[in-house]
């Protein structure tokens, strides 16, 4: 069975950065896109960036500019670049991959953005 391992997740100061690594335990065929969404308390998830398989991507407002999406599809892999962060930033994020039929998600990983 596919499963999605993220890490990086952790405690930062405003201002500072995070990297976020998904990888897949096995590969995955078909795949339409690889992205990441983000989850505050007492907020719905949103997305906050994809990349799809042809390479383009595309990034919610509040994060153009400060995150990078990446990916590394020999390594069924998917990386979040989260430069100068801010307490808003503050979420459980998870990493999803988009197949035509379903899809799959990571186990989320704890993003605090706090002095």
């Known amino acids: 069975q596919v499963q999605l391992v993220e890490s990086g997740g952790g405690l930062v100061q405003p201002g500072g950065s995070l990297t976020l690594s998904c990888a897949a335990s096995g590969t995955i065929f078909d795949i339409n896109a690889m992205g990441w969404y983000r989850q505050a308390p007492g907020k719905q998830r949103e997305l906050v960036a994809i990349?799809?398989?042809?390479?383009?991507?595309n990034y919610a407002d509040s994060v153009k500019g400060r995150f990078t999406i990446s990916r590394d599809s020999a390594k069924n892999t998917v990386y979040l670049l989260m430069n100068s962060l801010k307490p808003e930033d503050t979420a459980v994020y998870y990493c999803?991959?988009?197949?035509?039929?379903?899809?799959?998600w990571g186990q989320g990983t704890q993003v605090t953005v706090s002095s």
């Open positions: 999803n991959v988009r197949i035509p039929i379903g899809g799959y």
């Open positions: 990349v799809t398989r042809a390479g383009s991507t």
